[in-house]
């Protein structure tokens, strides 16, 4: 669906030039939501506006549905992005314009007749719930109101896909599940393509079936987020994991531990997280599990655990227990310091 | 009472006549400067580095010609124009006369005015518009001059006001008006209360204007 192919920018600024993006390419699959995550100056910003050409690549192309957009002349270009919805962390609303303007004044700019624009603000403000706001004016509207607003205006040139540059970033945490739970809508309903970016793993976690975390202009790390999320290589990757769980161990107390046996992180998924794998080691083995720490969340539809976990019992047992853990499909890394058990737990 | 009668019997007519003319030459050239003014205003913001017709030269050239003509004070420009004036529409005198002047001096005003309330709108916004894939004639208009709308009044308001000031001096080229009214017979023939009166209209018109002004401001504003 989109295909972004050994994409750079480079920006030149007076004091020098910005390799804001280098060398990337990702793949986002028709239906699905793709998330981008990274810390601030990734290229976050910069990747998703090259996605609708409002920043100009450097070099490399994009893709949409087969077709080059990079290649595009202006007029055609125009008609392209009217296919691409996108919302922003500033929402971008007319304040001089009321909600029912705000959606209809774009509809008439491009072109759609007269007579359906009232059928299709209207769909599609209910659609995002804001039927009764339709003669209000965006100050009088909540951040979450809104996002809404400037979803249904997206919406109403009914796009394949969706962007979202930090859409839910400008939000407290309820209204962003809110914001969060409308997309998952969208992207069932009508089967509009969502690239979204993102700092928060919770979002992530929430909406997105695959993930690309990125740092300094490059992917450092991307697949199915399940696996990004059960597996994480990259040390970014980790900490962004971790920040879902928050073990805390001292130095000291992984020190007193490690003399009576092993520390593990345990992580596990879908099916490994319903059997009882910790009460079946302990039968098999001469072992005994105590748990220091556990979490369990949801990714998206699948639960996802993370437990830290002190082993006690000679260490071919442990061993052992260990390997029948990860046959059961549980992701395992022992833990010898208190970063590490920040970094990896 | 019988006196302010008197002074109505005496003077009204000059007054009514003095204050049509002074409408005449603001509303005239207000018309023609924004005419002018606008559009150069959007040029002056669209021409800048990092905007849609990002053009260096342009930009400098009409800053600079902007900025000569906004060092000039309007007396000065009133004859240095004379010859100017007299090509464009074939006379000096009359209010026909001091239109040209007043254009000029005005226009470019107006031209700043709308730069600086154009700055002001949200660049997130064309931004969004852009992406949405909407040409930028129709943002120019759809969103940047519409929400700058009430910040444009208020910019209008003041060099309306300006401009009434300016035509105090078109007295000096025959176009009569207010400031004339009260030059002539206030000062040169000392009728200080045809000066006081003239001031009272003067200012009760520039008050008028601005609280006009604001209130369409206030309207248009939603936030
Ligand atoms: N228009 C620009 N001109 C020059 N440099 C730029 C421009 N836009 C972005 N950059 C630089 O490119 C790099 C990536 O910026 P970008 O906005 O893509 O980051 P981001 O991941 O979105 O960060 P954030 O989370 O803070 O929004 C930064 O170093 C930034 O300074
Ligand atoms: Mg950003």
Redesign the interface.
């Known amino acids: 669906m989109i295909k972004i192919d050994h994409l750079s920018k480079t920006f030149k600024t007076k004091n020098g030039s910005v390799e804001a993006l280098k060398d990337v390419s990702l793949e986002v699959k028709k239906g699905g939501i793709f998330g981008v995550i990274g810390y601030s100056g990734a290229g976050k910003s910069t990747l998703i506006r090259n996605v ?1 050409l ?1 920043e100009k690549p450097t070099s490399g192309t994009v893709s949409i549905d087969g077709t080059d957009i990079t290649s595009l002349s202006a007029g055609e ?6 296919k ?3 919302i ?1 962390q ?1 929402f ?6 009321t909600v029912y303007d705000n959606v209809a ?2 509809l008439k ?2 072109g759609v007749p007269k007579k359906d624009i009232k059928e299709r603000v209207n769909r599609f403000l209910s659609i995002v719930g804001l039927s009764d706001k339709a003669d209000t ?3 009088q509207l909540s951040g979450g109101q809104k996002q809404r607003v ?1 979803i249904a ?2 919406l109403s ?1 009914e796009p394949e896909v969706l ?1 979202s540059d930090e859409g839910t970033s400008a939000l407290d945490p309820d209204t962003t599940d809110a914001i969060l739970d409308l997309l998952l809508r969208i992207n069932k309903e009508l089967g509009i393509t969502i690239l979204l970016i993102t700092h928060e793993m919770h979002v992530i976690q929430r909406v997105c079936d695959s993930v690309a975390v990125m740092e300094n202009g490059e992917v450092v790390e991307k697949g199915k987020t399940i696996d990004v999320f059960t597996s994480p290589k990259h040390g970014t990757t980790k900490k962004f994991v971790n920040g879902i769980f928050n073990h805390q161990l001292s130095d000291e107390m992984i020190e007193s531990l490690k003399e009576t046996g092993k520390i593990y992180s345990l992580k596990f998924t879908g099916d490994s997280s319903e059997e009882p794998a910790l009460a079946i080691i302990t039968k098999r083995f001469d072992i005994f599990p105590n748990i220091l720490s556990g979490n369990i969340t949801q990714l998206k539809e699948d639960p996802f655990g993370s437990l830290l976990v002190h082993f006690k019992g000679a260490d071919n047992e442990i061993k052992e227990a260990i390997n029948y853990l990860q046959e059961k499909g549980i992701q395992t890394e022992e833990v010898m310091t208190y970063e590490q058990s920040k970094r990896i737990s | 009472m019988s006196k302010v009668n008197a002074f109505l019997e005496e003077w009204g007519s000059y007054l009514w006549v003095a204050l049509i003319e002074t409408f005449q030459m603001v509303s005239i050239s207000l018309v023609i400067s924004i005419l002018i003014g606008l559009p150069l205003g959007i040029l002056l913001v669209l021409t800048r580095p990092g905007k849609s017709l990002e053009n260096h030269f342009l930009n400098r050239f009409l800053n600079i010609i902007i900025n000569v003509i906004r060092s000039i004070p309007f007396i000065i420009l009133l004859f240095f124009m004379l010859p100017f004036t007299k090509f464009v529409v074939g006379t000096t005198i009359g209010v026909k006369g001091v239109i040209v002047p007043l254009v000029v001096f005005t226009a470019p005003y107006i031209a700043r005015l709308m730069e600086t309330s154009l700055l002001e709108v949200d660049r997130g916004v064309v931004e969004a518009y852009e992406a949405m894939g909407i040409k930028t004639k129709d943002i120019i208009w759809n969103v940047m001059v519409r929400e700058a709308r009430p910040s444009i009044i208020l910019g209008l308001t003041i060099a309306t006001i300006g401009l009434i000031g300016a035509t105090a001096m078109a007295g000096l080229v025959g176009a009569g008006g207010l400031g004339d009214l009260a030059y002539r017979f206030g000062h040169l023939r000392y009728e200080p209360s045809v000066m006081y009166t003239t001031v009272a209209v003067l200012i009760i018109l520039v008050q008028g204007l601005q609280s006009l002004g604001n209130v369409v401001a206030a309207k248009l504003k939603k936030d």
């Not at chain 1, 270009?77 to 009217?82: D, T």
Request: net charge positive; aromatic share 6%; glycine share 6%.
């Open positions: 609708n409002l270009l125009l008609k392209a992005r009217r691409i919805g996108m922003f500033g971008n609303l007319l304040k001089t314009a004044i774009p700019l491009t004016y965006p100050a400037a205006r997206a040139h962007l």
